[in-house]
């Protein structure tokens, strides 16, 4: 399938979905306090065009950040009081780690909001990257900017479930090994979010 044919699926994949996602999914026996406070956040989900197919832009952390250091992510963060909605902080926040011109992008939709372990509701922004561009990653924030194929990530038997301990009790977790990158925790669960409703086995 071509690379717009596979983008074009994701489009009609984003239609479909619904239900909120979170870290806790593979975790049943956790007890999730009524009544907590979530801070929004947003990330943005780049969809490029490549001559061998469609690809995922995705970054890794700075080891120097305290939260999160050297993990795999999509450009985003929290959503700021001048940000109009989660659309507009995922694009905002793309620009400054990344330097991706929101005018160089197309908003196609969006997935369903993940719940974090740090206590932050992601909304997950899909967009397509209208022209080729050549990333900037910011220094402080951002270690490399890297892709992976769309097919990768829309084939389900590409995911893992692993387990650590976490604050004393085993976690288990979604990963999407690719390479030398290790894709795991809510990067991992929003992709296996669209990978359900637009991929294959």
Not at 109 to 118: D, N, S
Not at 153 to 167: F, K, S
Request: charged share 20%; net charge neutral; with cysteine.
């Amino acid at each position: 399938m071509t690379a717009s044919g596979r983008i074009a699926d994701i489009v009609g994949a984003l239609g479909r979905v619904n239900g909120a996602t979170s870290d806790f999914d593979l975790n049943p026996g956790t007890v999730l306090l009524e009544g907590r406070k979530l801070r929004p956040a947003s990330v943005l989900v780049p969809l490029m065009m490549a001559p061998g197919g469609a690809r995922v832009l995705l970054t890794q952390r700075s080891s120097a950040l305290k939260q999160h250091p050297g993990q795999i992510a999509f450009p985003g963060g929290k959503q700021d009081a001048c940000d109009a909605d989660a659309t507009a902080a995922a694009l905002r926040e793309a620009h400054e780690e990344i330097g991706l011109d929101p005018s160089n992008v197309q908003v196609l939709g969006h997935l369903p909001a993940h719940e974090t372990v740090t206590g932050y509701i992601v909304t997950p922004v899909v967009c397509r990257v209208l022209a080729p561009f050549t990333p900037v990653p910011e220094m402080g924030e951002v270690a490399e900017v890297f892709d992976v194929p769309l097919d990768h990530v829309l084939t389900q038997r590409h995911y893992r479930i692993e387990a650590r301990y976490w604050r004393g009790t085993m976690r288990r977790y979604y990963t999407l090994p690719f390479g030398p990158y290790y894709i795991w925790g809510a990067t991992a669960r929003m992709l296996r979010a669209l990978a359900e409703v637009a991929g294959h086995p």
